[in-house]
């Protein structure tokens, strides 16, 4: 793979904490492998102008203000930009357009069973039903690679999104299914939501504007 320029402590700064809502210094600075020092600097600076603020009490960690949302799609438009790569970004956007809902539709299926009184909690009682979801989400996998990978080649903030989604499967094909749509951990679902709003940040694009049924995320 060829070696693309890693952005500026700022933008990624920003951008991990609106991939990640909430966090503290050291998940966002494990999110693109950054030095804890180098975030709680960027930090303090981005505090200062109002891009950023501290929540604390039980649930505590950064966030970013309206401002500093602002100040991040400013940054990331820049930099595509720059790159010259906003075609290959959109043409893979629009591949992950197709896929979006055919994976929100196995998340659904794998959780709930229609039943006569409407959807009920899948107890996993149907054996052959599972395996043909299952099947469904290989099918995606298969599609979901050459999007990812031509994604890490386009930006370097997208590497590591093909790796963390061939974890989140193999974990499933080993059995532990939890890895579909645990919100928890790195699941499927966790791993593909966040793409999404990274693809659409990068974009400038808003979710309500597609028409693949998003409010099932």
Excluded at 93 to 109: I, K, Q, R
Excluded at 201 to 209: C, E, H, K, V, Y
């Amino acid at each position: 793979m060829t070696d693309l320029p890693v952005p500026a402590t700022t933008l990624l700064v920003l951008h991990a904490l609106r991939l990640r809502n909430l966090a503290e210094v050291d998940v966002v600075a494990a999110r693109y492998d950054l030095h804890a020092d180098e975030v709680t600097d960027c930090l303090a600076d981005l505090e200062a102008t109002g891009d950023v603020a501290h929540r604390a009490g039980r649930f505590s960690g950064w966030r970013l203000t309206a401002a500093g949302r602002t100040r991040g799609e400013a940054l990331l438009a820049a930099e595509l930009a720059g790159a010259g790569v906003g075609p290959q970004v959109e043409s893979a956007y629009g591949a992950f357009v197709e896929l979006n809902p055919m994976l929100l539709s196995v998340c659904t299926d794998w959780q709930v069973v229609d039943s006569p009184d409407g959807p009920v909690v899948n107890d996993h009682a149907d054996a052959d039903r599972d395996r043909a979801v299952l099947g469904r989400l290989e099918a995606i996998q298969e599609r979901a690679m050459p999007v990812t990978r031509s994604l890490a080649g386009s930006l370097w903030r997208f590497r590591g999104y093909a790796e963390r989604l061939e974890v989140a499967h193999e974990r499933v094909r080993a059995g532990d299914h939890e890895w579909i749509t645990a919100p928890s951990i790195d699941s499927y679902h966790t791993v593909w939501f966040e793409l999404h709003e990274d693809l659409l940040a990068t974009l400038g694009r808003d979710r309500s504007q597609e028409r693949t049924g998003e409010t099932q995320e």
